[in-house]
């Protein structure tokens, strides 16, 4: 993982997938932990992210929030995170770190700890308490970047206890922002995404999740349209095509890989749909450089 010291003392690098940790520049990273897209995902790493300027609104497992300077949102693994609006200054310090960092600190004084964090992920820091989690998490990646070092993997998993047990203690003595007041059309539109996010490998029809919603497809989709603009049947095809055009980039799966990966009943019929929906064939698109 190359790590980049920035003027401004922020951390920046390229966060692959398989990184364990990264810190950024969130006008770099927005591709990671806080994506703009409006589409729903789930988070294969966990993270925090402190907002240094501006202010960001986002939904996490289904409760919204809002994030301003001097803000810390905390994120676990399998999260669904959902971006709805950023300032064009918003920006911050953040790591992120594998699920088998999170399986390595049971603590048990912790538990309680970590499940109140869960329901209440966003709190206001002071300045001495993001200096702090900031100086941590910055000696955390930069250790992990001693390769040559032989315990280099030791120290950083005590580090990452270190920094849990800060930000559980922070908690302790402050007060979690209050999550952000949804009307019940909402609710509905954003419990259809988050239950796509979670579905739509196998699950393509909007009959399916007006059922899971106990209402009516037409009930659904005159809300949906409503809320968004877009038909409940476009958000989950979109969902889709957006996972493919994600692997067709990633370019190490070949076509007949991820149609089984997104449960196709074969790339023809995997290409079909693809075309369909963006005007070029999978081989055209990865092709393509888009």
């Known amino acids: 993982m190359k790590i980049v010291e920035s003027t401004d003392s922020r951390l920046s690098c390229d966060a692959g997938r398989n990184k364990l940790f990264y810190g950024f520049n969130i006008n770099i990273a927005r591709e990671n932990i806080f994506d703009c897209n409006e589409i729903p995902h789930q988070l294969s790493d966990g993270g925090v992210f402190i907002c240094r300027r501006g202010e960001s609104e986002f939904f996490l497992d289904l409760k919204s929030y ?27 310090f953040g790591m992120g770190a594998g699920i088998e960092l999170f399986n390595d600190i049971q603590i048990p004084s912790l538990t309680d700890y970590y499940l109140y964090i869960k329901d209440n992920p966003c709190i206001s820091l002071s300045e001495t308490e993001q200096k702090m989690l900031t100086e941590l998490c910055r000696q955390m990646i930069l250790k992990y970047e001693c390769i040559e070092h032989p315990f ?127 005007g070029m064939t999978p081989k055209k698109f990865r092709d393509s450089g888009r």
């Open 152 to 278: 280099r993997m030791e120290i950083v998993n005590s580090m990452f206890r270190i920094v849990y047990c800060e930000i559980a203690a922070i908690y302790k003595k402050g007060k979690p922002i209050v999550q952000g007041s949804v009307s019940r059309k909402d609710m509905i539109f954003r419990k259809f995404l988050f239950l796509i996010s979670k579905n739509y490998l196998h699950h393509r029809e909007v009959d399916y999740y007006a059922g899971e919603m106990c209402m009516t497809p037409r009930y659904l989709s005159s809300v949906v349209k409503e809320k968004s603009g877009a038909s409940a049947l476009g958000w989950i095809n979109g969902m889709v095509i957006r996972q493919a055009k994600s692997l067709l980039k990633a370019n190490c799966l070949s076509v007949q890989q991820i149609s089984d990966e997104l449960n196709f009943a074969n790339p023809s019929f995997f290409g079909q749909y693809f075309k369909k929906y963006t």
């Open 66 to 92: 809002k994030l301003k300077a001097g803000d810390m949102c905390v994120a676990f693994p399998f999260s669904i995170l959902q971006m709805i609006s950023a300032s064009d200054d918003f920006e911050g």
